[in-house]
């Protein structure tokens, strides 16, 4: 099975977003690459402080709702 139009889909789409060409595709291109490194930096200072997200029933249920049973 030839990768070609594969590979040519996946490198279409990186250069869509490298080069985004209207205003709106730009902005968003900020807000996901400013999320990403705001995840990497949590991600190294968790590490490194050897601290852990606790998340409980208790947590989960008020951010979520309750679950229900069906």
């Keep these: ?3 070609r139009p594969l590979i040519a ?3 279409a789409f990186i250069d869509a977003g490298l080069r985004p060409t209207t ?3 730009r902005a968003i ?3 996901l690459a400013a999320k990403l490194a705001a995840v ?3 991600t190294v ?3 490194f ?3 852990h997200v606790v998340a409980d ?3 989960i249920g008020r951010l979520l709702g309750p679950a229900s049973l069906p």
């Design 1 to 3: 099975m030839p990768q």
């Design 57 to 59: 029933a208790a947590t």
């Design 9 to 11: 889909s996946l490198a």
């Design 40 to 42: 990497a930096v949590m």
């Design 49 to 51: 402080a050897n601290q």
């Design 29 to 31: 291109v900020i807000v």
């Design 45 to 47: 200072y968790f590490y």
């Design 23 to 25: 205003p709106l595709a």
